[in-house]
């Protein structure tokens, strides 16, 4: 059996809602353009905002796109697998949902355009230069580098008013960026008087493995987390959320999404607006014919605050009011 069909296999019968489909539509046109999303994390709710504005500029999946999904269903270390299946379908385009696995794509071609959505791509080593990526990658970031962690650190000690102890939460496949941009944190951190370190969910991004981490962060005595953007977190966020519950810890998340379902604050960029502006990108490649490099990467500027009053009612904290002030907004 070859490989790209051992991973089709694993992804329909693993993945509810989000079936596999290494076929062609069967009314798909035939100057369908094919599509490869490479996506360790299977998010077919985040995707839709991609989709939904795909559609609008033309490019429906079965009509006059074809769409093969590579998901990782959570485990690092099939990453270097499913990035190598993708190649290997030959697609017009591939999708990479995460800088850990762009990096896993970057080496085996230099002729299929990649978009992906990374963290710092210059810092992550996918380009040189956000202007002119060079190269056959170009993507949408979804920090502008260090500084953002420390106003994360910065806003989750005004909301708790003391912090001396506080983690990182990261996937493995995420350690290496982390390792990249650690020291002005850390600096900036030390500055405050607070320790920080990462708390890493080794193996598979499962139950099992936050639950661990939650455990050690109890018994080390951390007072603060903030949740990293890793793919595989936003996927188990609704676990994360009911563990930081649990163990009564005040935690900063890099969206919205946390907060919605009972997160205590975000400071982060709009999710839907990434997928959106990928879709521009992906229509660009297959409708003009533009090459990466000449697209720039886009980074983003505007970010957004959203804090949840009742969280933090349960966890004995009250928002200050420079921050119910500076809030995009505040759930009650």
Not at 254 to 277: E, Q, T
Request: charged share 25%.
């Amino acid at each position: 059996m070859r490989r790209r069909e051992f991973i089709a296999g694993m992804a329909a019968t693993a993945t509810v809602g989000f079936p596999w489909s290494a076929c062609a539509q069967p009314n798909s046109s035939p100057t369908s353009k094919r599509i490869a999303i490479v996506d360790p994390a299977a998010r077919a709710e985040e995707l839709k905002a991609y989709f939904t504005e795909l559609s609008r500029l033309g490019h429906v999946e079965g009509r006059n796109l074809t769409v093969e999904r590579f998901l990782g269903l959570g485990l690092p270390e099939r990453q270097a697998e499913i990035a190598r299946a993708a190649v290997d379908s030959h697609p017009d385009l591939i999708v990479a949902i995460g800088g850990p696995v762009a990096r896993q794509l970057k080496p085996l071609t230099t002729i299929i355009p990649i978009i992906a959505i990374s963290g710092d791509p210059v810092v992550g080593k996918l380009v040189t230069n956000l202007a002119k990526p060079e190269g056959n990658i170009t993507g949408v970031s979804v920090d502008t580098g260090p500084g953002i962690y420390s106003k994360r650190l910065e806003v989750l000690r005004e909301t708790t008013r003391k912090l001396t102890n506080v983690r990182i939460l990261t996937p493995t496949s995420a350690v290496p960026f982390w390792e990249m941009i650690k020291a002005p944190i850390q600096e900036a951190a030390a500055q405050a008087g607070i320790a920080i370190s990462l708390a890493v969910v080794t193996g598979k991004a499962d139950q099992a493995g936050y639950e661990s981490v939650f455990d050690a962060m109890e018994k080390d005595q951390v007072d603060g987390l903030t949740v990293g953007e890793a793919s595989e977190n936003r996927a188990n966020r609704k676990l994360i959320v009911e563990l930081a519950a649990r163990h009564r810890l005040p935690a900063i998340y890099p969206y919205r999404v946390y907060v919605d379902i009972g997160g205590l604050l975000s400071y982060g960029i709009d999710l839907g607006d990434v997928y959106r502006r990928m879709a521009d990108m992906t229509v660009d490649v297959l409708l003009s014919g533009a090459k990466p490099a000449d697209i720039p990467y886009y980074q983003q500027t505007k970010f957004e605050l959203v804090l949840n009053q009742k969280t933090a009612r349960s966890l004995g904290l009250e928002f200050p009011p420079t921050l119910l002030t500076a809030a995009d907004e505040v759930i009650e």
